[in-house]
């Protein structure tokens, strides 16, 4: 049986998006200290000047405050789930109310 390594993973992950017409970047040059840095830290995991973007690109008849509320909620749904996959326990040992915590251990039949 034959092993793929991660980086044999990903580089056929990254020829088929650019098949589909993506675009890769490097992270020499979007990373945090890159040439053109797109975000601050390797924590934002979403690049949201693109995202942004893309959001008013799809979506030119919804009012910008919508888009924005949109966005944020979308940010916000991303680094919930980074947390939840990272720090289940900062989930329900930091600041959130007792329903919430409430619902994740329900969820997660705990």
Known sequence: MAFLSEAAVEQALLNQLRAL???????????????RPERESHDEVVLRGR??????RLNP????????DAIRRGVQAVRASRLDAHDPHGLISGALRISDA????????L
């Open 21 to 35: 017409g993506y675009s890769v970047e490097r992270e020499d040059d979007i990373g945090p200290d890159g040439h």
């Open 51 to 56: 995202f942004e973007h893309a959001v008013e």
């Open 61 to 68: 008849a919804v009012p910008p405050e919508a888009r924005q």
């Open 102 to 109: 409430q619902a994740f251990l329900k969820e997660r039949d």
